[in-house]
């Protein structure tokens, strides 16, 4: 398996929070730029969502330069918001809306 790509959708707000992970190995080629280009597509057209967005640890550069490049934008620092090991990491809030995806096309 590459990796795995997941929209939780909530349908109340017509929004949906991305969720992606690719294997190690398979880092730099492009898979997960793919993968989450194929899924704003089908989230926008498809699930009819208004805004799709995604948290990233703030150290994972991999992570996000793959959501700057298919048009997510920085919206706020979570500071200390998840846990690895005994520490507490910065997280990143990215967020694409319908308007902005479509201005992409």
Known sequence: MVGTIVIRR??????GELGYWIGSRFWG??????????????????LGLNR???????????????????????EALLRQARRR??????????AITRRDYQSLE
């Not at 909530?10 to 929004?15: F, R, S, T, V």
């Not at 997960?32 to 926008?44: C, M, P, R």
């Open 10 to 15: 909530n349908q109340e707000h017509d929004a």
């Open 52 to 74: 799709m967005w995604a948290m990233v640890r703030d150290s994972n550069i991999g992570s996000r330069t793959v959501l700057e490049k298919t048009g997510f934008e920085e």
């Open 29 to 46: 080629r492009g898979y997960a730029t793919s993968a989450v280009e194929k899924i704003l597509s089908f989230g926008f057209q498809d």
């Open 85 to 94: 090991g005994s520490d507490f990491e910065d997280c990143l809030l990215y």
